[in-house]
C-alpha cells in the first residue's frame, strides 16, 4: 500500500510562494506518475500537474502554467509543487496522488491515479 503525506501548504499573501512537498515511503513509487490535484470549496476537485515517472514530462491546467512547477526526486520518493505569483483563487486544499501505472507519461485525469495523500490546505489572501 502506498502512502502519500502533503506539506508545505499554508497562508501567503498574493504575489506570495508556496513549495509543497509529497513524500513517501513507498520506493516503488520511483516508476509511477505522480500529480496534483486541488479542491476549493464548493468546487469539484481539479487538476493542477503531473509528472511522469522519470521527471522529464510535464503537464500543468492552463490556470496554473508559467507559475507552478512540478518536480520529483526519485531517490528521496518526494514530489514537489512549487508555487509562485499566488492568487486568492489558487485557494484550495492541494492533494498528492500516484498511480500504479509503472512507467507512465504525466496523467491530468483523476481517475488514473489510485494513491491519494489527505490533502494540504493553501490559502491566498488578497
Known amino acids: 500500500q502506498v502512502q502519500l503525506v502533503e506539506s508545505g501548504g499554508g497562508l501567503v499573501q498574493a504575489g506570495g510562494s508556496l513549495r509543497l512537498t509529497c513524500e513517501t515511503s513507498?520506493?516503488?513509487?520511483?516508476?509511477?506518475?505522480m500529480g496534483w490535484f486541488r479542491q476549493a470549496p464548493g468546487k469539484e476537485r481539479e487538476f493542477v500537474a503531473a509528472?511522469?515517472?522519470?521527471?522529464?514530462?510535464?503537464s500543468y491546467a492552463d490556470s496554473v502554467k508559467g507559475r507552478f512547477t512540478i518536480s520529483r526526486d526519485n531517490a528521496k520518493n518526494t514530489a514537489y509543487l512549487q508555487m509562485n505569483s499566488l492568487k486568492p483563487e489558487d485557494t484550495a486544499v492541494y492533494y498528492c496522488?500516484?498511480?500504479?501505472?509503472?512507467?507512465?507519461?504525466?496523467?491530468?485525469?483523476?481517475?488514473?491515479?489510485?494513491?491519494w495523500g489527505q490533502g494540504t490546505q493553501v490559502t491566498v489572501s488578497s
Open positions: 509528472v511522469s515517472w522519470s521527471g522529464i514530462s510535464t
Open positions: 513507498a520506493r516503488a513509487i520511483s516508476m509511477y506518475p
Open positions: 496522488a500516484a498511480e500504479s501505472r509503472a512507467f507512465g507519461g504525466p496523467d491530468s485525469k483523476g481517475d488514473f491515479y489510485d494513491y
